[in-house]
Every structure is written in C-alpha cells, then in structure tokens.
C-alpha cells in the first residue's frame, strides 16, 4: 500500500511539472509568435498605443481600414477585431489595454449574435482571455461568466488547451498575415447563388442581459474614451428594432449610435461584399470613407 501511495504521490507531482513546463512553453510561443491570430491578440493587450481603436467581431476586422481613418482623421488607429467574439471578449481586452493605454476613441461594431442575442453558452468567449487569467480584471469575468472556470484554470496547460496548434504555427510560421494596423481584408465579390437568409434578419430572438451589461461596463469603464457605437452595412439589411437595446443604451449614456445596416447604398449591393455578412476590401474602404464622414459630426 505505501509502494502505491507513493507511486501515486509521484504520478501527480510529475503531471503538475508537466502541466507546469508545457504551460510555460506555450506561454513563451504565444509572448514571441511571429503573426496570426496570437501575434494580433498579443500586439492589443500588451502594445496598443493608437489614437482610435476599433473593437469587434469579424465584423470589425474586416470592415475597417485603419490606413483610411489614420489619413482622413490625422490620429493613428489599430483594428482589434477578432473573429467571433463581442462584447465579453473585449471587455477583457480593455482590461488589459488600459493598463498601459489610453486611446482618444473606440470604436465599436455591434454583432447581433455576439453582443446582442441568445445564442450558445457565454463560456465560449472566454476562450482567447484564459492565457491571460491571472492579468488584473480577468478573474472577474470568468467568476461572473462560469465560476467552475476557477478550477479548471489551476491548469496551466487547459489555459492553452484550444490554441495548441494555433501557438505552435503563429511561433514558428504563422498561416497569414495581419496587416501591420491589424486590419485583415477580405477578397473577392459574394456570390448570390450561395445566399442563406439567416435567421436573424427576419426575427428577433432574445436578447442576452449579460452581454448588454458588459456592454455598458464597458462604457462605465472607459468613460474617459470617447466611444462610438457602429452597426456595419449587411448585404441583407435588418430589422430596423434588432439594436433598440444597443440604442436605448447609447441614448441614456449619451454615446452616438451610427447604423449602416439598412444603408441603400450597400444592401444587396454584391461588389461590395465578400459574403451575406461581411464587405470585401472595396466594400470595407467605402465603408470606412462613409463613417469618417459620420465620426466627423460627432462633437
């Protein structure tokens, strides 16, 4: 019996050092990737200092050229954007970003599915803020979202557990490139054989407490930033009160609210899409010159 108990004490000291070690070089991968997804990720927490900021789902990274910004507005801008992610993300991702920045501007594109609905558990969102636990304001998010996180996270390694391969390759040769201001254009004209209303344009399904809450932490916590609110052009327009919610919120903060998403100019307009949802570069630079001109008449 002590021979197994002893074995036993060994097995897991040696899975705490490996947990330890492996946690410590994907840490180390993801501190000095070369690009990619966690080259951007790292570049906005830990080395924004832009004027504007702009947050959001693929949404955001595709629809704003930050070169176009920087040389209509004379301020330097950095696109933040990440694919699938809203509010809870970035809410974490101003966490981080305020302890060594403060921009003059955020702005902010609203997704329905990411920032406004119902839709699958909020535990996903935590995703890309797990290798950034234990950084101040991160705590709090995983306590208020899923508190078993806690547990779980005394695993330095489960803190990488869904960016293995995406460390890995973003260290020694990442897939592509983000463009140096971190705006990521997409290519091509949509195709309109391939068109699938989705849901959301003809309904409106439930919209998530939690997800509006952060919504106005965040303008709570970034009082100081001026904070723009901007729903982006959609190929298939959208139910004019799909962002009441976001509305009310902007109205009672006193924060503008810019809404292309009914926008004539580019509903069912296919040179300027890549996809039902998202603009191509010729649709996201039009895009961009259109809302400089908005930006401009906000005092």
Not at 161 to 186: C, R
Request: one cysteine or more; glycine letters at 8%.
């Amino acid at each position: 019996m002590k021979k197994f108990l002893l074995k036993l004490a060994l097995f897991f000291v040696a899975l705490i050092v490996v947990d330890r070690a492996l946690g410590m070089v994907f840490s180390y991968m993801g501190d000095h990737a070369k690009g990619g997804y966690i080259g951007h990720h790292k570049y906005v927490t830990d080395k924004t200092n832009e004027d504007i900021l702009i947050f959001g789902s693929s949404r955001a990274i595709h629809h704003y050229n930050p070169q176009i910004i920087t040389d209509s507005l004379g301020m330097s801008c950095y696109n933040c954007g990440q694919d699938g992610n809203g509010i809870i993300l970035f809410y974490g991702l101003w966490q981080m970003i305020k302890q060594h920045h403060k921009p003059k501007m955020i702005i902010y594109d609203v997704s329905t599915s990411f920032d406004l609905y119902e839709g699958e558990s909020n535990q996903r969102y935590l995703g890309w803020l797990r290798a950034d636990y234990d950084r101040p304001g991160i705590k709090e998010i995983f306590a208020e979202i899923d508190p078993t996180e806690r547990y779980k996270m005394m695993s330095f390694l489960y803190r990488y557990n869904s960016k293995f391969m995406q460390n890995i390759t973003d260290y020694v040769h990442p897939i592509f490139a983000i463009e140096g201001n971190g705006y990521l254009p997409l290519k091509g004209e949509m195709d309109t054989m391939k068109i699938k209303k989705p849901d959301e344009v003809g309904r409106i399904p439930a919209y998530d407490k939690t997800k509006l809450d952060y919504l106005i932490k965040l303008i709570d916590d970034a009082k100081d930033v001026k904070i723009c609110f901007v729903a982006s052009p959609i190929w298939y327009g959208m139910n004019r009160e799909t962002f009441k919610p976001i509305k009310d919120i902007c109205i009672a903060k006193c924060i503008p609210f810019v809404d292309f998403s009914n926008n004539s100019k580019y509903v069912q307009k296919n040179k300027f899409f890549s996809d039902g949802s998202h603009l191509n570069a010729l649709g996201a630079d039009e895009f961009t010159k259109d809302l400089i001109a908005e930006i401009k008449k906000i005092k």
